[in-house]
């Protein structure tokens, strides 16, 4: 139902349409109509059958955080703004100025949090986290650094920005395929 409902909401309101919303209708797509079997079972790896399971779903969520990641990463390497630094740096202005009002640290302190210089440095950090999560998840010598980078980028992205469902949503789901 819960399905049925946010997939209806989602044509009502192409507003609030983003990658995150569609991740998370194929995610209770796939849980409540695939015939996964033990596919998402936690402890898969320890039952006799694990070799008989259905790897499409796992597959299918694999190709959308791909394509998820790529997607962002592109659009922000597209994007000048992104590119040269400029969004993350605006953003830790802002930090800063909240830094000088809540906090007793001194200016020269707020001064190296929020420089120029180690803001383009994160941005570039960023995309190319974003880079490495899109294509990590497909090769075997990197399938497992790929899924704890994601938990990490992730929970960060969450603590410090606060999207809440998606954050969750994507922790959960790389728990489920590890």
């Not at 796939?30 to 779903?57: H, I, K, V, Y």
């Not at 791909?66 to 997607?71: D, E, G, K, N």
Request: proline letters at 1%.
């Amino acid at each position: 139902l819960g399905t049925l409902l946010s997939t209806f909401h989602l044509f009502l309101n192409q507003y609030w349409y983003r990658h995150n919303r569609y991740f998370l209708l194929l995610c209770l797509f796939l849980l409540c109509f695939s015939a996964c079997g033990q596919t998402f079972s936690m402890d898969r790896w320890r039952s006799a059958a694990s070799e008989t399971f259905t790897r499409w779903p796992l597959y299918l969520i694999r190709v959308q955080m791909s394509l998820i990641y790529l997607a962002s990463a592109i659009s922000k390497t597209l994007n000048d703004d992104w590119r040269t630094g400029r969004v993350l740096w605006d953003r830790a202005l802002l930090w800063a100025d909240d830094l000088r009002k809540w906090t007793s640290l001194d200016e020269s302190t707020i001064q190296a949090l929020s420089s120029e210089g180690l803001w383009k440095f994160m941005t570039v950090k960023a995309l190319f986290s974003e880079y490495f999560l899109a294509l990590s998840l497909w090769f075997p010598f990197s399938y497992r650094l790929g899924v704890w980078a994601g938990i990490w980028f992730h929970g960060y992205i969450e603590v410090q920005y606060s999207v809440l469902v998606f954050s969750y949503l994507t922790v959960g789901t790389y728990f489920l395929v590890i």
